[in-house]
C-alpha cells in the first residue's frame, strides 16, 4: 500500500488562522462595544455619536494608510503594528471608569417614614426604571442603607422631637441648637419594600422599617407632621443603588476626563482595526497569487472564529458577573489581549509582498459614477449601511430592554444570549450565504440581491419590534446571512463589475468607504436619535418601514431600466 501524502501549504494556512484570531479576538470585544458604553453611563445618542464619529474615523484613515503603504512599502510593519496595538487598547478599556454619579433619595417621615429613591415627577431625583424595580419587588430580605443628608432645620427639628434622639453621652439632643456641620450624622437604615405605594404612585418607595441614629434605634419611625430632606444614600442592594443613581456633573459629556479617555482608547481600537482590515485582504490576496478565487476559503475562517468567540466572550460574561444588572468585562478584554498577542506571534511568520500600488484612472471613476445604475447601486450602499448599523450598534441594547422589560429573572445569562446572536449571524447565517453567494448571484442578478437585501432587513427590523422575549431574536439571525452575507458579497462583486480595469481597486475602496464611513455613520448617529426618543421597539418598526419603502423603490427602477433596455434593444 502506497503512503498517502497530504500537502499543507504553510502560506495559506497562517493566512487562515490569521483570519481565525484576529477575527476572534476582535468579536469578543466589539460585540459588546454598544452595552459597555451603556454601562459606562452613556445615553443612546451619545453612543450613536461616538460611534457614527469612530465610522467616519475609518473612512478617512484608510485611503491615508492606502497611500503611505503604496509610497513607502511598509505594509508588513504597519499590519504587524496595528495587529499588537488591536489588542493593546481592547484591554486598555479595562482601566476606563464609568462617567461620575452618586445615590440620591428622598427620605419623608409623616405617619410612616418612607425613602423615594426615584420619581418621573421629580427633576432632583433619577427616573424610574420599572424593569429595575422588578428585580427587587419580590424580595424578602430587608435592605439596609446609610444616608448622609442635606441640611434641613424643619426635618431636623421634627425628627429629633419625633424620635426622642439622644447623643452618645445620652443626652437629649435640643433640637434649637445650630449646627457648623451641613450634613446629619449617619442614618443606618433598614427598608422593607412597599410595591403598593411604588404603583399607586408610579415612583420606588421604600418603607422604613427602622432608624438608628446616633444611639438611638427607632422602630417603623413617625413624625407629628410631615418633612422630607434629600440624602445621598449607600445601600446593601446594587440595584436600590442603581435606581438611585444621578449624575454627579452639570452639563456635558464632554467636559469629563473619563469620557475623553474612552473616546480616545476607542478611537486607536477603531483605527487599529480599519488599518488591519485594509492590509489583511490585500495581503490574502497576494498569497493567492493566480487563484484568486481561493479568497473566500481564507475569509470563512473569520466568520467561524467571529461566531464562536462571541459565544464564548458572552458565557464568560455572565459566568464572571456578580450582578444581574451590571457585567463584568474584564475577562474579555483579558481574552483578546491573549488572542491577538497568539496571532501578532503568527502574524510574524507571514510571508507579505511589498508592493507598488498601480495608478487609478479618477476621470474613470468620475464617468462611472454618473451612470444611472451606478448612482443606485451606491444610493444602495449608503442605505444597506444605515440598516446594518443598527443591529451592530443597538441589537444587543434593546435584548437588554427587552429582558429588563419582560424577563427580569433572566437577566444572568444576557450576555450568553446575546453572543449566541452572534454566533447564528456568522455560521448560520453570513457563513453559507457567502459559500453560495456567486450561485445566488448568478441565477437572480445583482440588482435582484441588492432588492432582497432590503426586504430582509424589512422582516428582519419588523420582527425585533413585536418580539417580547429576546430568545426569539436567534432564529431572526439567520437573516444576516442575506443582509450581511449576501449583500457583502454583491457590493464587491458588482463593484469590479462595473469597474474599469485600470481603477477596479478604488471602485471597490470607494464602494466600502460610502458602506462604513458614510452609511453607517448616518446610521449610528439617526439611530442613537431615535432609539433615545423613540424607544427600541418604535424604533425598529420604523426601520422596517423603510427598508420596505427602499426594497419596492429599488424593485420598480429595476422594471424601468429593464423596460428602457428593451426599447432600446427593439429600435
Known amino acids: 500500500m502506497l503512503p498517502i501524502r497530504i500537502q499543507i501549504n504553510?502560506?495559506?494556512?497562517?493566512?487562515?488562522?490569521?483570519?481565525?484570531?484576529?477575527?476572534?479576538?476582535?468579536?469578543?470585544?466589539?460585540?459588546?462595544?454598544?452595552?459597555?458604553?451603556?454601562?459606562?453611563?452613556?445615553?443612546?445618542?451619545?453612543v450613536g455619536s461616538v460611534f457614527t464619529y469612530l465610522s467616519m474615523l475609518s473612512f478617512f484613515v484608510k485611503p491615508v494608510v492606502g497611500i503611505v503603504v503604496d509610497k513607502f512599502r511598509v505594509k508588513r510593519i504597519m499590519f504587524l503594528a496595528f495587529v499588537l496595538l488591536c489588542g493593546l487598547t481592547a484591554f486598555s478599556l479595562k482601566f476606563i471608569h464609568k462617567i461620575p454619579t452618586e445615590a440620591v433619595a428622598n427620605l419623608s417621615c409623616g405617619t410612616t417614614t418612607v425613602l423615594n429613591v426615584c420619581s418621573n415627577d421629580d427633576d432632583r431625583l433619577s427616573q424610574c426604571d420599572d424593569s429595575l424595580f422588578k428585580?427587587?419587588?419580590?424580595?424578602?430580605?430587608?435592605?439596609?442603607?446609610q444616608l448622609r443628608c442635606e441640611q434641613n432645620e424643619s426635618f431636623r427639628d421634627e425628627i429629633y422631637r419625633s424620635w426622642n434622639i439622644v447623643d452618645h453621652n445620652n443626652i437629649n439632643i435640643n433640637p434649637n441648637i445650630t449646627y457648623k456641620n451641613d450634613e446629619f450624622e449617619d442614618l443606618d437604615v433598614t427598608l422593607i419594600i412597599d410595591a403598593t405605594d411604588q404603583i399607586k404612585r408610579n415612583d420606588v418607595v421604600f418603607q422604613v422599617k427602622s432608624v438608628h441614629i446616633m444611639i438611638t434605634q427607632v422602630a417603623f419611625p413617625v413624625c407629628r407632621r410631615p418633612v422630607s430632606t434629600r440624602c445621598k444614600i449607600d445601600c446593601s442592594n446594587d440595584v436600590v443603588m442603581e435606581l438611585a443613581s444621578v449624575q454627579k456633573f452639570e452639563g456635558s459629556v464632554f467636559g469629563l476626563h473619563q469620557f475623553w479617555k474612552y473616546l480616545i482608547v476607542m478611537s486607536l481600537f477603531w483605527i487599529?482595526?480599519?488599518?488591519?482590515?485594509?492590509?489583511?485582504?490585500?495581503?490574502?490576496?497576494?498569497?493567492?497569487?493566480d487563484k484568486p478565487e481561493d479568497f473566500g476559503k481564507q475569509r470563512c475562517w473569520g466568520s467561524i472564529s467571529w461566531g464562536i468567540f462571541s459565544v464564548f466572550g458572552g458565557v464568560l460574561v455572565d459566568y464572571f458577573s456578580t450582578s444581574d444588572y451590571e457585567k463584568n468585562y474584564v475577562p474579555v478584554y483579558y481574552l483578546c489581549l491573549v488572542i491577538i498577542l497568539w496571532d501578532f506571534a503568527l502574524a510574524y511568520k507571514i510571508e507579505i509582498t511589498e508592493t507598488i500600488g498601480s495608478k487609478n484612472t479618477f476621470s474613470d471613476v468620475f464617468k462611472l459614477i454618473t451612470n444611472m445604475n451606478v448612482i443606485v447601486y451606491l444610493i444602495w450602499i449608503v442605505v444597506m449601511g444605515i440598516c446594518t448599523t443598527m443591529p451592530w450598534n443597538y441589537l444587543f441594547w434593546y435584548m437588554e430592554d427587552l429582558t429588563q422589560k419582560y424577563h427580569s429573572d433572566k437577566q444572568s445569562w444576557t450576555k450568553t444570549l446575546q453572543g449566541l446572536a452572534i454566533g447564528i449571524q456568522c455560521i448560520g447565517g453570513e457563513l453559507p450565504l457567502l459559500f453560495f453567494s456567486g450561485w445566488l448571484i448568478k441565477r437572480i442578478g445583482h440588482t435582484y440581491c441588492m432588492a432582497l437585501g432590503l426586504f430582509a432587513f424589512a422582516l428582519r427590523f419588523?420582527?425585533?419590534?413585536?418580539i417580547t422575549n429576546p430568545i426569539w431574536i436567534l432564529p431572526v439571525e439567520f437573516t444576516n446571512g442575506i443582509t450581511f452575507g449576501l449583500c457583502h458579497a454583491v457590493l464587491l462583486a458588482y463593484a469590479r463589475f462595473i469597474a474599469p480595469q485600470s481603477s477596479a481597486t478604488t471602485v471597490v475602496a470607494l464602494s466600502g468607504a460610502l458602506f462604513e464611513g458614510?452609511?453607517?455613520?448616518?446610521?449610528?448617529?439617526v439611530g442613537g436619535f431615535m432609539y433615545q426618543t423613540y424607544g427600541g421597539e418604535m424604533t425598529f418598526?420604523?426601520?422596517?418601514?423603510?427598508s420596505l419603502i427602499m426594497g419596492i423603490l429599488h424593485v420598480i427602477f429595476i422594471k424601468l431600466n429593464n423596460r428602457s433596455i428593451n426599447i432600446e434593444t427593439t429600435k
Open 10 to 46: 504553510k502560506r495559506t494556512l497562517r493566512m487562515k488562522l490569521h483570519y481565525f484570531l484576529y477575527m476572534g479576538g476582535v468579536a469578543s470585544v466589539q460585540g459588546f462595544a454598544p452595552t459597555i458604553a451603556k454601562q459606562l453611563g452613556y445615553s443612546p445618542m451619545v
Open 135 to 145: 428585580l427587587i419587588k419580590n424580595s424578602a430580605e430587608p435592605i439596609e442603607c
Open 272 to 289: 487599529s482595526q480599519a488599518i488591519t482590515w485594509s492590509l489583511q485582504d490585500p495581503i490574502c490576496f497576494d498569497i493567492l497569487d
Open 462 to 466: 419588523y420582527l425585533y419590534s413585536v
Open 518 to 525: 458614510i452609511g453607517t455613520s448616518i446610521g449610528g448617529l
Open 541 to 546: 418598526k420604523l426601520f422596517a418601514y423603510g
